[in-house]
């Protein structure tokens, strides 16, 4: 495997553990290690780690390493109050802008959704959920916006872990009605009914704020975010 191809695999690679939490928010990333491991040298790893800093999913520090993006109880209330402005402007931009084969792209990802969520565990469908989101912001196409709500995405998968790791009839039924927003989601990008989109985001994101909730309270922050998302989903 060639040099570029390696690192498109630890790419590949550090993305899913973060967004999965195999990687917790915040631990720090062994550049020996993974470069060990993909058969990389210090250096095209350091640019892996700059690459992925510059998305949001790693954070470089200055003599002490990369580590993973952190989840703090303030980066948690600024998610809480930005997400559903965001996403109601970017399904909104994405009626107005989707192009048919994006369209076509998110029927595609849907039905990946939709299999996710009869067979799949948790961290499988959070990966399909998240892609069916990524192909909206591509659709809305607004360079100020994407790189905010491309952030916005990476916290959401981590946080809603516990979402797709339903416990109770009404977590169950919560899957389901996601399910059938996102439905609703690509009808409404289909017509390009911009104000229907916008509401559409309103409704999905209140189906796991009441969850999000629980990670933005002080007394929740002092345990890990494994041990957070394992309490919330018992």
């Known amino acids: 495997m060639a040099a570029k191809d390696r690192k498109t695999a630890l790419i590949d690679h550090l993305k899913h553990a973060i967004l999965t939490l195999e990687l917790e928010p915040g631990s720090d990333l062994d550049e020996v290690a993974l470069g060990e491991a993909f058969e990389l040298s210090r250096t095209p790893v350091r640019e892996v780690f700059r690459q992925l800093d510059g998305l949001g999913f790693v954070e470089l520090r200055d003599n002490r390493g990369a580590r993973v993006a952190a989840l703090s109880h303030t980066t948690l209330r600024d998610f809480f109050l930005a997400a559903p402005m965001i996403y109601a402007a ?26 996710a969520l009869r067979t799949g565990v948790a961290a499988e469908r959070a990966l399909a959920n998240n892609r069916f989101h990524e192909i909206t912001g591509e659709m809305a ?16 998968a981590r946080i809603g872990m516990s979402f797709y790791r339903p416990r109770t009839s009404q977590m169950v039924q919560n899957l389901d009605t996601a399910r059938h927003h996102h439905d609703l989601i690509i009808a409404a990008i289909e017509v390009g009914d911009e104000d229907r989109a916008a509401e559409l985001a309103e409704d999905h994101w209140a189906l796991s704020r009441d969850q999000i909730e629980l990670f933005v309270m002080p007394a929740a922050l002092d345990a890990p975010l494994g041990e957070i998302t394992r309490k919330t989903s018992a």
């Open 90 to 115: 970017i399904l909104r931009l994405a009626a107005r802008n989707a192009r048919p084969a994006q369209i076509e792209a998110l029927k595609a990802a849907q039905a990946q959704f939709r299999e």
């Open 141 to 156: 196409g607004n360079i100020y916006l994407l790189p905010s709500f491309q952030r916005l995405l990476i916290d959401h």
